[in-house]
């Protein structure tokens, strides 16, 4: 019983990690890594939000870029988690947890930024807020979407969707991989010039 729930389980990553394989998601690594050594080159920065598991997943995100990756001669790249406690326990005890994100958004983002959200459900109302203020403030947008993509479907400025899984946890797996590529290739494209004039 145990090994047939872990086989059936092994077979599920491993299928969602094919969604990695098709064109769009190729295109969007290749884009979202482009958008990343943009904010690095022009002395932007990178904001990063979700809820539950993708916040742990945006603190990871920012982690990589503010610290290393692979690349441990390479310069630090900007990069916020919008995840710190005392805010968020303000805003949301102020005027609620809608909007946790977009006050923060509101107060760190600049025209040029980049904003991420991830969110496997699309229909986070915090996430859907803080879009919309940086939408306002001039900054690009990237959503990580799973499921149908929800209420955030078509709204960002670049998207990637990851299909066919009820649950969060296969979604945010297949999320992560894809912050791991994209992290790997604008680390190349700084430690090899050859390469960042790649167009977006």
């Known amino acids: 019983m145990l090994e047939e ?47 539950g598991g993708s ?18 001669s390479r310069p630090a790249i900007a990069a916020i988690s919008l995840s710190h406690p005392a805010h968020m326990s303000c805003v949301a005890n102020d005027i609620g947890f809608d909007f946790v994100f977009s006050r923060a958004v509101d107060a760190l983002g600049k025209e040029g930024d980049l904003l991420v959200v991830l969110t496997t459900s699309g229909n986070s109302n915090n996430l859907i807020q803080a879009v919309e203020s940086a939408k306002k403030q001039g900054m690009k947008t990237v959503a990580f979407l799973g499921k149908e993509g929800g209420k955030l479907k078509g709204v960002c400025d670049l998207e990637w969707i990851v299909p066919g899984f009820g649950f969060s946890d296969r979604i945010q797996e297949a999320h992560m991989s894809a912050i791991h590529i994209a992290i790997e290739v604008v680390e190349t494209m700084i430690c090899s010039p050859c390469l960042s004039a790649t167009p977006s």
Do not use: M, P
């Open 55 to 72: 916040l742990c997943d945006a603190d990871h995100f920012a982690e990589e870029l503010t610290g290393f990756f692979r690349q441990r």
């Open 5 to 51: 729930l872990i086989q059936n389980s092994v077979k599920e990553a491993i299928a969602i990690q094919h969604h990695l394989e098709k064109k769009e998601s190729l295109e969007f690594i290749k884009i979202l890594a482009n958008w990343l050594y943009e904010c690095y080159e022009k002395d932007k920065k990178v904001l990063i939000a979700g809820n």
